[in-house]
């Protein structure tokens, strides 16, 4: 009987997002490097965060949903 080898896959990675819309105080629309909009939520560790249009934050995105982006400050 073989071993399946296990390989160290990120569980998310980070990256810039720029600020396209905000939708309350702590959710906005995000574009990210490729010029994907996405939601973007700020995540505990920027809580207090405030949001502007325009604005460059980093991010982590997780590699099973690239559909949202929690943001982590600048």
């Not at 997002?17 to 702590?26: E, G, I, T, Y």
């Not at 959710?27 to 505990?44: C, H, M, Q, W």
Request: aromatic residues 6%; hydrophobic residues 45%; glycine residues 8%.
């Amino acid at each position: 009987m073989s071993q399946i080898r296990k390989h160290d896959i990120a569980e998310r990675v980070e990256t810039e997002v720029d600020v396209v819309a905000c939708l309350s105080a702590d959710s906005a629309t995000v574009r990210l490097p490729n010029g994907r909009e996405v939601f973007g939520y700020v995540g505990e560790s920027a809580k207090g965060m405030v949001l502007e249009v325009g604005q460059r934050v980093n991010a982590w995105m997780f590699v099973a949903d690239f559909s949202r982006a929690e943001l982590r400050g600048e």
